[in-house]
């Protein structure tokens, strides 16, 4: 993709003041370095964003670091704490991540103007620091830190103290820091295969192969088959509605077979669902984007119903195409939803169902909440406000030691 492509969207004026704040980076090195090329949302997010930074005159590279598969079942056990999991990290387990850290700190380039690092796996690199003396550095965490296990946020913050900043996605996963934290939210792609426009007949071909007939009201909450999502409860929400409005259900989930809990979700899910033939449960393969946009697309009600979020990337989505969505008040979901106008917020399963009854005999009203969802999502969520921010997070790094320096 190009800037221009995104001109339409946003408008001439946003991609002007990218360019003009790009102008006082130019040829400016910044090199992101994360754990991934492929899979998971930072590489997906690194993907589209580097080469816009690149077409707006920054030297922007992104290079991966080196690791066993035992050093990354150890950063997958640090990810899994820092969500607030209760188990302890080993002697030998901090031995291996050290060693690793070394290694990739003999093996990398880590020149630059920027560097920009994603994430607990690359963390240690920031040991380069203390030798170049001009390069910025900066660590960007992607996880919910909303309530870190305290063993390895401790251990972590030794290494993030080092930075010259931080970077949180959301307010509430803010924390007590030595350094200067920046509060930048993630971001969908209008134009990438889950988001871009479709037409009617390929919405069309999509339920066709997906077996579902767009004969009565649809209501639809795509999400992993996990607890915290609470598929369950989507379905009695549906079995409440259905009482007084005839209509179907689509619970639409990944696959994931490296989660064995997920299999047993899924397993529950299609327990419940038993006899229904109007609740379909969809567990696509991870290349499904086309299907996951058109189904969302074919929805008349959009749900996500969590117990727990991150941020709620399938809510942001579900706005951009202008769905009437009802969501519980967790994580950033309220960030995007304002009630009963951007959306409809509750927090109990009759509270839901009450508001779908609402929305599927109010066309109108439901048509209102998703007309100015889209425009909330467009001001504030859409990747030319992620590369904004990311470019005045870049010039603040310069702005602040001038300061320092005066
Ligand atoms: N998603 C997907 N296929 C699935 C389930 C989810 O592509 O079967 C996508 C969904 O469209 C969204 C992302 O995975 O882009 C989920 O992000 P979110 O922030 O909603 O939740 P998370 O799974 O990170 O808790």
Redesign the pocket.
């Known amino acids: 993709m190009k800037l221009a492509d995104y001109e339409p969207i946003v408008g001439p004026n946003i991609i002007e003041e990218l360019k003009s704040l790009a102008r006082r980076l130019k040829g400016k090195l910044v090199r992101n370095i994360n754990s991934t090329a492929v899979g998971g949302?930072v590489a997906e997010i690194l993907m589209r964003l580097v080469p816009l930074l690149n077409e707006l005159g920054l030297d922007v590279r992104w290079d991966v670091i080196k690791g066993e598969e035992r050093f990354f079942s150890i950063t997958k056990k640090f990810h899994n704490m820092l969500h607030g999991k209760k188990v302890k990290l080993l002697p030998n387990e901090i031995e291996l991540f050290l060693k690793n850290g070394e290694d990739n700190l003999k093996n990398m380039d880590l020149s630059g103007d920027i560097l920009f690092i994603h994430d607990p796996q690359p963390i240690v690199l920031v040991k380069k620091k203390q030798f170049q003396k001009k390069s910025k550095w900066l660590w960007r965490c992607h996880i919910d830190v909303t309530e870190p296990n305290e063993q390895i946020w401790s251990f972590l913050k030794t290494f993030i103290e080092q930075y010259d900043a931080s970077v949180f996605s959301s307010p509430n996963f803010a924390q007590q820091l030595k350094i200067r934290q920046f509060l930048i939210a993630?971001s969908?792609d209008p134009l990438s295969d889950?988001n871009k426009d479709l037409s009617q007949n390929e919405i069309a071909d999509v339920l066709n192969r997906l077996k579902i007939a767009a004969d009565k009201p649809i209501i639809t909450q795509?999400?992993?088959f996990?607890y915290?999502?609470d598929p369950l409860g989507v379905i009695d929400v549906y079995r409440l509605v259905k009482k007084y409005t005839d209509c179907q259900l689509i619970l639409?989930?990944?696959?994931a077979t490296d989660d064995p809990e997920s299999a047993l979700v899924l397993n529950k899910v299609t327990e419940k669902a038993q006899g229904d033939p109007d609740i379909h449960i969809l567990?696509?393969p991870?290349t499904?984007?086309i299907e996951?946009n058109a189904l969302q697309r074919a929805s008349t009600v959009i749900l996500?119903k969590s117990v727990r979020?991150?941020?709620?990337?399938?809510?942001t989505?579900a706005l951009w195409k202008a769905k009437p969505v009802v969501a519980s008040a967790v994580g950033?979901i309220p960030l995007q939803i304002k009630h009963e106008f951007s959306g409809l917020l509750s927090r109990t399963t009759e509270g839901t169902a009450y508001w779908v009854k609402q929305l599927l005999n109010s066309p109108d009203y439901a048509q209102n909440l998703g007309r100015v969802g889209k425009e909330h999502v467009r001001q504030n969520f859409l990747l030319t406000r992620h590369l904004r921010e990311y470019l005045l997070l870049f010039l603040a790094l310069y702005h602040h030691s001038d300061i320092v320096n005066i």
């Open positions: 949302g993630p969908i889950k795509v999400s992993r996990d915290l999502k639409a989930g990944g696959t567990a696509l991870p499904s984007d996951i996500q979020e991150g941020f709620a990337l399938t809510v989505e950033g």
